[in-house]
């Protein structure tokens, strides 16, 4: 954010003081929830940090971007196969627009770096059937140069008695958009049941999955960078080409 012709110096480098008030959310006590402390709150975080930087310096700040780890927790029991099973991964979403670029699509963000995990391992290391995956449609926020899109993804299980675990966020409140751009679409967790029934989750929820069930998973993008009426017209086909 600085200027990149500045020379450096002892200023570049000094210390800066954090203070964080003891009980505050970033600085919980016993027996607040911890868990999802570096992978969601910190995302809060930076959202907050951009927030505020863009109230300065638009033209370098990204919008908010899916702003989760979406961690998606499984385990059980496979009868077929007599041992037990247990997965655990951190889906992508949209990176948030940026002054002169899109945002990336299907990525993790900010402090989540791991990698996808391939459909064909997880139909290999447990009793479940990807039934899609790829990105969502509509999910962007539109823009100037538009978020990236989030991902979306069904599982369809083929046993009894499966666990899961959602440690999610931007269910309710979406990833917005900056500087005339707009917000993204939220994230979206639904349990369809063989017999026809759907559940909506939270963004952080434990449900148990039964043979034939459906989770349909749906990972919010990124915000909109500028007016969209201001995108260019060669982006716009390719948006609607692809």
């Known amino acids: 954010m600085t200027d990149p012709t500045i020379p450096p110096n002892s200023g570049t480098y000094r210390r800066f003081e954090v203070i964080t008030p003891e009980g505050s959310l970033v600085n919980a ?4 929830a911890t868990g999802s402390g570096n992978s969601i ?76 995990t391939p459909v064909e391992v997880l139909e290999r290391i447990m009793p479940v059937k990807v039934i899609r995956y790829g990105l969502a449609p509509n999910s962007e926020g539109p823009g100037k140069h538009r978020g990236g899109f989030g991902i979306e993804r069904v599982l369809e299980f083929q046993t009894d008695e499966v666990d899961c675990f959602i440690a999610s966020d931007r269910v309710n409140t979406a990833p917005w958009g900056l500087n005339g751009g707009k917000a993204a679409l939220g994230a979206r967790f639904t349990v369809n049941r063989a017999d026809g029934t759907e559940e909506h989750l939270p963004s952080k929820a434990r449900v148990r999955f039964y043979k034939k069930d459906r989770l349909y998973i749906q990972t919010s993008g990124g915000g909109g960078w500028g007016n969209p009426l201001e995108r260019d017209k060669k982006a716009l086909k390719c948006d609607v080409k692809d």
Not at 29 to 32: D, G, Q, T
Not at 97 to 115: F, K
Request: with cysteine.
């Open 41 to 116: 709150t910190c995302q809060r975080l930076v959202d907050v940090l951009l927030g505020a930087l863009a109230q300065v310096v638009p033209e370098k700040v990204c919008a908010a971007a899916c702003g989760s780890m979406n961690g998606i927790q499984l385990g059980g029991y496979n009868p077929e196969t007599h041992s037990f099973f247990a997965n655990g991964e951190t889906v992508g979403g949209g990176y948030g627009g940026m002054c002169d670029q899109d945002g990336t699509s299907g990525v993790n963000t900010h402090m989540t770096n791991t990698r996808n």
């Open 29 to 32: 006590v016993y027996p607040a």
